[in-house]
């Protein structure tokens, strides 16, 4: 089956522009997690969502960064009034609950969403 | 979730085995033991997870110590294409996956 997939793959925009990433996570995985990985670094927690529950945002680095997930399903991660900082790639994944995975919940990645700021 | 430690870099030659080492001294009984590997330009992909067996799979092997402060994991034959940054992750249920810094292979024809 499908993976995860992410668009756009490459983002240009200029500082102070607001830019939005979508993530389709794999049918039927209720887990759906954003990450933030700079150049030549390590990735960066972003966000969690677990199917109704409320999201743990405890990752995102300012208010202009905001995610919405519809249902089960796909997700966007807007970033408002973009900074040349900001300039990552936005990594999405996706998972099976803890529980119906039994074991483990391995996460599932996308491709990534490249962001450049000017 | 706990810390894990691991060299920057390691060498291998290819068709050689190659063992990727992970100090995880403050893991809690719950914790499991993760290993992903990022490929360059891609997500991270799954490698293999264990508690406190060892564990075998078509891409890896995982030995933990039995004291479950440390892991090693093994490719059991180096390829080109296994080239990338491992990274060991201790996970307790729900939770996001915290990344260290990871090892960095680098596979020698």
């Known amino acids: 089956g499908a993976g995860v997939s992410q668009s756009p793959s490459n983002k240009v925009t200029e500082k102070g522009k607001d830019v939005e990433l979508r993530c389709d996570p794999i049918s039927g995985h209720t887990a759906l997690y954003w990450y933030r990985q700079r150049l030549g670094q390590g990735l960066e927690f972003l966000i969690y969502f677990q199917g109704n529950s409320a999201p743990d945002k405890s990752g995102l680095p300012s208010d202009r960064f905001s995610a919405e997930r519809t249902g089960e399903s796909v997700s966007t991660l807007t970033i408002q009034r973009t900074q040349q900082e900001d300039s990552a790639v936005y990594l999405c994944?996706?998972?099976?609950?803890?529980?119906?995975?039994?074991?483990?919940?391995?996460?599932?990645f996308g491709p990534g969403t490249r962001l450049t700021v000017l | 979730d706990a810390k894990t430690t691991q060299p920057n870099s390691m060498e291998s030659n290819e068709e050689e085995p190659v063992h990727l080492p992970c100090n995880h001294s403050t893991i809690s009984g719950t914790d499991y033991i993760h290993w992903y590997r990022q490929l360059p330009s891609q997500g991270p992909e799954y490698v293999i997870h264990?508690?406190?067996s060892n564990v075998n799979n078509r891409m890896a092997s995982l030995a933990i110590a039995e004291d479950r402060k440390s892991s090693t994991l093994i490719l059991h034959r180096a390829t080109l294409r296994d080239a990338a940054v491992y990274y060991c992750?201790?996970?307790?249920?729900?939770?996001?996956?915290?990344f260290g810094g990871g090892t960095r292979l680098m596979v020698k024809p």
């Open positions: 992750i201790l996970r307790s249920a729900g939770n996001m996956l915290t």
């Open positions: 264990g508690l406190t």
């Open positions: 994944a996706s998972s099976l609950r803890w529980r119906e995975a039994g074991v483990s919940d391995t996460q599932y």
